[in-house]
């Protein structure tokens, strides 16, 4: 399966393609910053809950913002109003333009988190069972079939 054997480096790029994380192929979003609810070619659904990226999309702000002040300190414009509105300017075009890249970022660490979660709930699952008592492992597998 695809998703098995992406690489991160592979899913980055997908993502600075703002493409899906898991094929590849499908559009993150239907126009410049509304997303699709699921990949059009494999059905991945970009955003399981509601709010998963916020946490991402607030630091990354915050981080911007952070930049911004540390260069409204540090340049010295000869005309301050010029050099304020030419801040604000680039703060505004900065955070705004780059909260489609931000968001397809937000969704593959989101992706690579959850196939992490599976493995690791996938291989839990294995050492339990392996782990279990005989007894106990065959009262689980007719289980199963129920
Ligand atoms: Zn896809």
Redesign the pocket.
Known sequence: MKTRSATLATIMKRCLRKR?P??G??CLFEHWYTLFDR?R??A?RYESSAGDTWAFMYMTTAALTGFIVIAMFTLHPSNTWLGLTFVMLAAVSVIAGTLPLRKSIAIALEYIISVQFDHQHADEKAEQTHDAPHSARGTNDKASFI
Do not use: Q, T, V
């Open positions: 899906c898991r094929c192929k499908g990949c070619d494999c991945y």
